[in-house]
């Protein structure tokens, strides 16, 4: 097993500081995540964009990015739920994730992420349930 970092972790990593350096400037975090989804290509785009859109019409949640990638923050500033794109880690499906802040626990065993590759009218609505329940 190799203990050395891919190139796509290093940027990553790199992406965070950035961002916690942006963040204690007072950075337009929002606009940092709208740069980022624009940047996206293909499906990664379109999900990034209908995930933003359902977000911010369903939920309280802020914008912002994590390690580059679309995320969305509760008013401790905790992420709650995040995109990360399939083409930046060269892998067939793009994940919608949610952090430990999330409201979904469900017994001893829930799931925390999804791997997508489309989103329907059906999965756009499961979605919205999760999102909500993630910020009740």
Not at 4 to 22: L, N, Q, V
Not at 74 to 91: E, I, L
């Amino acid at each position: 097993m190799s203990t050395t970092f891919s190139k796509e972790e290093k940027a990553a990593m790199r992406a965070a500081a950035a961002e916690a350096k942006a963040a204690k400037v007072g950075a337009d975090l929002e606009a940092a995540c709208l740069a980022a989804i624009a940047e996206k290509t293909g499906t990664d785009k379109e999900l990034a964009q209908t995930l933003h859109q359902l977000v911010k019409r369903h939920t309280t949640l802020g914008a912002k990015t994590w390690y580059g990638m679309p995320a969305y923050i509760n008013t401790d500033g905790k992420v709650v739920v995040f995109f990360q794109c399939a083409a930046k880690f060269k892998v067939r499906y793009a994940t919608i994730g949610f952090q430990p802040d999330a409201n979904l626990d469900e017994g001893n065993f829930w799931p925390s992420s999804f791997a997508v590759t489309k989103l329907t009218a059906a999965d756009q609505k499961r979605l919205v349930e999760l999102l909500k329940r993630a910020v009740s």
